[in-house]
């Protein structure tokens, strides 16, 4: 079951990747081509630079918003003009945009909690109902520890079993040769199951809670199958229509609501930020950087050119020199530090943590005070 | 003995905690978003009022052809509240230009933004397909294995009953047991939408809604008879439930996930660039069809082309000029007309793989019982891709009945076209010829007195304007969109599949249960 999900992910990103490449290549010699047609300052300073986001690499693992985002800046140097606009280059279908991608995230959030689920719901009301339990407690061992036995076994069970799902999702992407394993694809793998594993403590937690809670392994199915429905699909789903109804919006736009609406796009692009190491906001900043770099180096140029009227930035008001094209600078995305990533995900990476610790204690007491006579 | 069976089963589903939990669930879950879904109805309902009276406004003041440019409009469905699909409860409208023709209808709302569009949105029958059918399942897995572990279908059996009599009572009861909470949130929900002043259906929506009713029983009556099965054909509950639970975790979250995906990236995306070129290509023809025409035909002098000028309208011109301009849009308008329809067919070209993409995913829906029941109510509600390729398609051929009248009438090479001014109207310039250079600067006396004229004569003419006489235009027909008979041919594969799989699901019950041994 879930090594399908995770050759479906392969197949998918192997596809995805391939496209993505040929894609970012195809703009880069374009725009290449156009830039060196560059001859003197005064076209540098008329023209729009196109500065691209690099893939993060690691969307097989996380796809975030890359999909429907927009990535690239076309910036330019003159002044008293428009000097950025945003957009999107690569071709999105924005008819399917309602539905989800199958990367890591979303087998583990939905397949794995799931399995959690179905592998904890009579973790101790199984054991109450057929008699075993009461059998167990019976010796000289802790109640602690027999919870702690349990979850831990079902726990590294279902690590286990997702380690080997992604193990062939990347051998798929790896022998397809569009993926090449690198450090940061390693450390992103690694963070990504650290994550995973407070994921799955929780939901562990949670069931072998309600279990200890219920009594009854039905009662606790279907508990628990409706929490998990209402935790991974509802809430989320929800989240569109509460966007809807809290933030007011105007029909007509104005610079409030420009404003707004990238205040609220760079939130959101900072949710995915911790594990897809490129932030979106991270790369409008270094696209605001590059722009001062290619005013630098223009400003610098004509300042070596003593007939020039020195009127930067005007195009005709330049100097008038012969000027190489390959020697206005290139940008070059530097991605997302780790440090970075993980400051950025730290509120949600401290409420998952939480909601582990409160699994823990939530299982924990349920099960200390759970009265074992009257088992069948 | 058949009607106390199902008494009995109906008694014995509708009382337990478990069906309470899941509905109070459900209940909430539908008042959620059928309360939300309406507000935003309304939402949606005073754009595409503002956007009408705009319009109307708007013709009422055109007094050229030139600046019509129709627009259709296809108000916000309530259904749609229910069952969302593309339209997200917006209305949407189709604008008539002579250099473009658009895909599908451009929604009237503030919510297509690239950010809220990737949010995933949750409906009525979102609930329906996720909760509802989990309940069906948890009410089938354990209704004969159930039993047998129990022990309780041996003394049942005992009885002179027949086994289909039982097999029958247990099919009936735990379909009225599911269809009971069903109408349940249904009707709040309907509530709901009729408590909101913009909500109004018609007879057609009506019978939509039944149909979605109906639709919602057959869905889950068939994820109930399914899981009935897998319990007729396992002999233990535990053993039927994860069954059960994992063909509902596949058919409701991972097909509906993974085949978009594998859509996506399955067929080629022509990029958007080869469009592009052969859209610029397409516009140099033309160009120069236009500069051949100018050459042979040359333009009077600048000079008689002085006047008002705003948005395809000109005023104040020398007849001279206004005889020119007839003469070459008489040429020009059906050359652009030819480019728009070709512009359009690359674009289409173009576009189509990416449509080609979402189509699949209704047409895989087939593969599971719950993408097939959310796509069969997008079609009741008129939400898919589809429908809204079938609105252009409509869209498109009034476009043509609207260029085909103004060519009757003869207005393409008129002055009409681009001019309000009435054959006698005195020109800005009487004689541009006889004029002399410094008398033709802009800042001449003479100009300037020209120019008060002109102010005088605009006053003038905006207090007794009158619009162009529409009364004769084309008319759109009674909807742009599919009428019942052809939403319900639409629907024909994907019923056909329910019933079908609800049919085998029954067939297959029945026989395992003839020959199932009630033992411990």
Not at chain 2, 217 to 225: E, K, R, S, Y
């Amino acid at each position: 079951m879930l090594p399908l999900f995770f050759v479906a992910n392969g197949v998918i990103y192997a596809l995805k990747i391939e496209r993505d490449v040929a894609e970012i290549s195809r703009i880069d010699s374009e725009f290449a081509e156009k830039i060196s047609e560059v001859s003197e300052l005064n076209g540098a300073i008329g023209r729009w630079y196109r500065l691209t986001a690099r893939s993060t690499g690691t969307e097989f693992i996380t796809e975030g918003g890359a999909n429907w985002f927009s990535d690239t800046y076309w910036v330019n140097a003159q002044s008293g003009n428009r000097s950025t606009e945003y957009g999107r280059s690569r071709t999105t279908n924005h008819w399917i945009r309602r539905f989800e991608i199958v990367d890591w995230t979303l087998i583990v959030r939905l397949i794995l909690s799931f399995l959690c689920v179905v592998m904890a719901y009579d973790l101790i009301s199984g054991g109450h109902e057929q008699g075993v339990l009461r059998l167990t407690m019976a010796n000289p061992i802790s109640r602690g520890a027999y919870l702690a036995g349990r979850a831990l076994s079902q726990f590294s069970m279902l690590m286990v079993a997702a380690a080997l799902g992604a193990t062939v999702s990347l051998l798929i992407l790896v022998t397809t040769g569009v993926l090449t394993l690198d450090a940061h694809i390693l450390r992103g793998i690694l963070l990504f199951f650290l994550g995973s594993s407070f994921y799955v403590a929780a939901f562990l937690l949670l069931s072998a809670g309600v279990s200890a809670l219920t009594r009854s392994s039905a009662t606790s199915l279907v508990v628990l199958m409706l929490t998990w429905a209402v935790l991974t699909v509802v809430i989320p789903q929800t989240a569109y229509l509460y966007g809807m109804q809290t933030v007011d919006f105007d029909y007509d736009w104005n610079d409030k609501q420009w404003d707004l609406r990238n205040e609220t796009e760079n939130a959101l692009a900072q949710d995915g930020i911790s594990l897809r190491d490129s932030g979106r906001k991270d790369f409008f900043a270094q696209a605001i950087r590059h722009r001062e770099a290619i005013r630098q180096f223009l400003s610098g140029r004509d300042a070596d050119d003593a007939d020039s009227p020195h009127v930067l930035f005007l195009p005709d008001y330049v100097s008038k020199k012969p000027l190489d094209s390959k020697l206005i600078p290139h940008f070059q995305q530097v991605p997302l530090s780790t440090a970075d990533g993980v400051a950025a995900g730290v509120v949600p990476i401290v409420i998952l943590i939480l909601e582990a610790a409160l699994g823990f204690f939530f299982a924990f007491t349920a099960f200390l005070r759970m009265e074992l006579a009257g088992g069948s | 003995m058949l009607a106390t069976l199902i008494r009995k089963e109906l008694l014995a589903n509708l009382l337990t905690m478990r069906l309470a939990v899941a509905l109070a669930f459900t209940v909430l879950l539908t008042v959620l978003t059928a309360f939300i879904g309406s507000l935003e109805y309304s939402h949606n309902w005073d754009l595409y009022e503002l956007e009408r009276q705009k319009y109307e406004q708007k013709i009422s003041e055109v007094t050229v052809w030139n600046q019509l440019e129709p627009m259709l409009f296809v108000a916000p469905q309530p259904l749609s509240i229910l069952s969302r699909g593309l339209s997200d409860g917006a209305g949407a409208h189709y604008t008539v230009f002579l250099h473009w023709m658009s895909v599908t209808p451009h929604p009237i709302t503030t919510a297509d933004t690239d950010l809220m569009q990737s949010l995933v949105r949750i409906d009525f029958t979102t609930v329906v397909a996720i909760l509802l059918s989990f309940l069906a399942i948890v009410l089938g897995y354990d209704a004969i294995c159930g039993e047998r572990e129990r022990g309780t279908l041996q003394l049942l059996l005992a009885n002179s009953v027949p086994r289909s009599t039982v097999v029958l009572g247990k099919l009936i009861g735990g379909l009225l047991s599911i269809w009971i909470p069903l109408a349940l949130v249904f009707v709040v929900a309907l509530l709901i939408l009729l408590a909101n002043p913009d909500v109004t259906f018609t007879g057609d929506d009506w019978f939509r809604l039944i149909g979605l009713f109906l639709i919602s029983c057959l869905f889950l009556g068939q994820v109930f008879a399914l899981s009935l099965a897998v319990s007729a054909c396992s002999r233990d509950s535990a053993t039927s439930l994860i069954v059960c639970l994992f063909f509902w975790l596949i058919a409701g979250v991972g097909i509906l996930n993974v085949a978009p995906s594998l859509a996506r990236y399955g067929v080629d995306e022509p990029p958007f660039f080869e469009f592009l070129q052969q859209d610029r290509e397409l516009w140099d023809e033309y160009n120069g069809l236009i500069e051949a025409w100018e050459n042979k035909n040359p333009r009077p002098d600048d000079s008689y082309f002085k006047g008002l000028q705003a948005k395809g309208r000109m005023r104040y011109h020398h007849p001279l000029a206004y005889e020119w301009q007839a003469r070459r849009n008489g040429f020009a308008l059906e050359k652009r007309l030819e480019a728009s329809d070709r512009r359009f067919k690359i674009f289409r070209a173009n576009q189509m793989p990416l449509a080609e993409e979402a189509l699949l995913v209704d047409k895989w829906s087939v593969a599971s019982p719950m993408v097939t029941y959310q796509v069969l109510s997008y079609q009741l509600a008129r939400t898919t891709l589809a429908d809204n390729l079938y609105l252009a398609n409509n869209a498109h051929r009034w476009r043509t009945d609207y260029y085909d009248w103004l060519r009757g009438k003869g207005v393409f090479a008129d002055r009409s076209f681009f001019t309000d001014d009435l054959p006698h109207q005195e020109p800005l310039i009487p004689d541009p010829l006889s004029l002399s250079p410094d008398d033709a600067a802009p800042d001449s006396e003479y100009m300037r007195g020209r120019m008060a004229w002109m102010q005088q004569e605009e006053e003038r003419r905006t207090s007794n304007a009158t619009g162009l006489d529409l009364t004769d235009l084309p008319k759109v027909g009674t909807d742009l969109r599919r009428d019942l008979a052809a939403s319900l041919t639409e629907m024909v594969p994907g019923l056909a599949v329910l019933l079908l799989s609800f049919g085998a699901c029954v067939m297959l019950v029945m026989m395992r249960f003839l020959t199932y041994d009630p033992g411990r």
